[in-house]
């Protein structure tokens, strides 16, 4: 069983920066290729940015693609999703993800979710 927790969510502004981390206890997620969705309010969860379990090859969705960029460290158990230039529509509840499927960019794909992390940006 992987449990994962995301943090690094917050407040900021149009054209801010955030930097999200998401943890995996009480094992190594090695071996899992690795995701990070959102949900807006009153919208349905949409996939954002995977990355494979070897840490090379990942996708982005069209909407932050040049402005995401998804890593991960295998020595700190850790994946990120650093964010730039953020817009308001970016406004969600941010969630990573585990999975064992190659390329998988519905949650349907994926087995293991952690709870979520604010992100609001305001103009």
């Known amino acids: 069983q992987v449990q994962l927790t995301e943090s690094g969510g917050g407040l900021v502004q149009t054209g801010g920066s955030l930097r999200l981390s998401c943890a995996a206890t009480p094992r190594s997620f090695n071996g899992y290729n690795m995701g990070w969705f959102r949900q807006a309010p009153g919208k349905e969860r949409e996939f954002v940015a995977y990355i494979m379990w070897t840490g090379v090859g990942s996708l982005y969705a069209d909407s932050v693609k040049g402005r995401f960029t998804i890593s991960r460290d295998t020595a700190k158990n850790t994946v990120s999703l650093q964010m730039n230039s953020l817009e308001p529509s970016d406004t969600a509840v941010y969630f990573c993800?585990?999975?064992?499927?190659?390329?998988?960019?519905?949650?349907?794909?994926?087995?293991?979710w952690g709870q979520g992390t604010q992100v609001t940006v305001f103009s």
């Open positions: 993800a585990a999975t064992t499927t190659n390329h998988a960019v519905t949650d349907d794909q994926y087995e293991y």
